[in-house]
């Protein structure tokens, strides 16, 4: 398997634009996390999903972002509109269950001028 | 709140040291305890989970304790080497999402 898979790399945008962060969970995943990591506040979770129903949303920031799961195998993270603050790495992770081992993908670097 | 500590300075040993990492934890009761490994510019790999009922749980050069009562894991790599430098993160579960501490960098000397 190929693991989870986060696309883009690295992100730069300005400020004002609206962000979309894409992520494909291992094949048989039914958990979907999205957390967010910088170095003042480490490893936050934002929303997870299972079953491609949202779960928990309690860590999402604000009304700017939201995030989706049409089907089992494709999530988005949308940040509209960006602001500076925003800037972090995305990580997107996936399980087989909730205190299973969570796989995390490579990240996304986003960085808001 | 609930809140994570780890020691926020980085650890230096000597290859071949048994290398103790601490996470000490407050105002939460975890159903379980996992440990992950993350090196610069990737994602965290699970390491080691430990549930509350578990005292002690050993997979090759690692091994990780679970004190309810203190509220602490701690997290030893014995016969340490060069290639174990990196961030460990240590994150506590309940109903289902994690919540992690903000790790704590190990580098190993040669």
């Known amino acids: 398997d190929a693991g989870v898979i986060q696309s883009p790399r690295h992100e730069v945008t300005e400020m004002g634009q609206e962000v979309t962060l894409r992520c494909k969970p291992i094949?048989?995943?039914?958990?979907l996390f999205w957390y967010r990591q910088t170095m003042m506040r480490g490893l936050e979770l934002l929303i997870y999903f299972n079953n491609n129903v949202p779960i928990d949303d309690s860590g999402m920031p604000e009304d700017r972002f939201s995030a989706k799961m049409p089907n089992a195998s494709f999530s988005t993270l949308k940040i509209q509109p960006s602001e500076p603050r925003d800037s972090a790495v995305y990580f997107c992770a996936s399980s087989t269950g909730t205190t299973d081992t969570q796989y995390f993908g490579p990240g996304t670097r986003l960085t808001v001028l | 709140s609930q809140k994570i500590e780890q020691n926020s300075e980085a650890l230096n040993i000597q290859e071949g040291k048994t290398a103790t990492l601490t996470c000490n934890y407050t105002?939460?009761?975890?159903?379980?305890l996992q440990w992950y490994r993350q090196d610069p510019g990737r994602g965290p790999v699970f390491l080691l989970l430990i549930r509350e009922n578990e005292k002690e749980k050993r997979k090759e050069r690692l091994k990780v304790t679970f004190d309810t009562t203190l509220k602490q894991s701690l997290f030893h790599i014995t016969a340490s080497q060069p290639a174990d430098s990196a961030t460990y993160l240590c994150?506590?579960?309940?109903?289902?999402?994690?919540?992690f501490g903000q790790g704590t960098t190990l580098q190993v000397k040669p």
């Open positions: 994150a506590l579960g309940n109903t289902g999402k994690l919540i």
């Open positions: 094949s048989g995943h039914d958990y």
């Open positions: 105002n939460y009761s975890p159903a379980y």
